[in-house]
């Protein structure tokens, strides 16, 4: 059987990797196209890619970046950022990417995830739901980076996109993005509940045993970006990723809720 997907989740800006504690201030982490060489050599599951100021800013989706990236790397890849048309979407499949990620434009245009589903198929659409937990213990829905509040219920709005043919949803949790404190199990629970369709938890993973309980509380697949990159207590850029009898060995005690 094979293992849940375990994915490093790489931010651009300004054609440059950075990363970001909940959702702010980013850190520049090095040069794309050398970390995927980094990853190739150690075998990921995947990669995606998240352009952080294309729906903030409005800038252009870097197709020629993403035509650099497409060549270099060995696994399949994701690209989310910025996507507003099916020729967005179409440009960036002819160029090798597997999948792409609709954010912004899914939450405020549903119909577009509709025509995208239909154009290209289920499994070539992912969306991208960037959620807040209020301290009522309620969940928010945001869009544009986690900037934009969108005043619709998160659970409800994740069986919309499985109604409308969605092939996966990828959850960031705004609180604990960046943090290493652990997923927000009870957010994969609920999201888990709502919908059958596969789920992609990002968002606190710090150690071997957060990427587990992600996957034992329902995710399909787990996703993080510090654990992958940082090294140690100063936070040092290391590129790192698990070898396959890890995460075999830590995965093997896992009994899904």
């Known amino acids: ?8 989740v790489l931010l651009l800006q300004d054609g440059a990797l950075v990363k970001t504690v909940q959702f ?7 040069d794309p196209l050398n970390a995927i060489r980094i990853f190739n050599e150690k075998e990921v599951d995947e990669l995606v890619f998240l352009d952080l100021d294309a729906s903030v800013k409005g800038t252009p989706i870097p197709i020629r970046l993403l035509e650099e990236i497409a060549g270099e790397c060995f696994m399949p890849l994701s690209f989310g ?21 609709i954010g912004t434009e899914a939450v405020e245009n549903p119909e577009f995830v509709k025509q995208a589903v239909t154009e290209f198929g ?11 937990k209020k301290m009522s213990g309620e969940y928010e829905l945001y869009t544009r980076s986690g ?9 409800e709005y994740a069986q919309v996109l499985e109604q409308l043919g969605v092939g996966e949803i990828l959850l960031h949790s705004i609180d604990r993005e960046g943090t290493g404190i652990g997923f927000d199990l009870e957010l994969i629970r609920a999201i888990r509940q709502a919908v059958k369709i596969p789920i992609i938890i990002s968002g606190g993973a710090g150690t071997m045993e957060h990427l587990c309980e992600g996957v034992e509380n ?7 970006g510090s654990m992958f990159v940082f090294h140690g ?3 040092a850029v290391l590129i790192s990723y698990p070898n396959q009898a890890s995460l ?10």
């Open 248 to 257: 075999k060995r830590i995965y093997s005690s896992i009994q899904r809720k």
């Open 1 to 8: 059987m094979a293992l849940p997907r375990c994915i490093p």
């Open 81 to 101: 950022g910025g996507i507003k048309t099916i020729e967005d979407i179409r440009q960036i499949i002819q160029i090798g990417i597997e999948k792409v990620i």
């Open 218 to 224: 329902g995710a399909s697949a787990v996703a993080a």
């Open 122 to 132: 289920s499994s070539s659409i992912c969306v991208s739901l960037d959620i807040q």
């Open 233 to 235: 207590k100063h936070r």
């Open 147 to 155: 900037t934009k509040r969108i005043f619709q219920d998160p659970i």
């Open 24 to 30: 702010q201030n980013p850190k520049y982490i090095g």
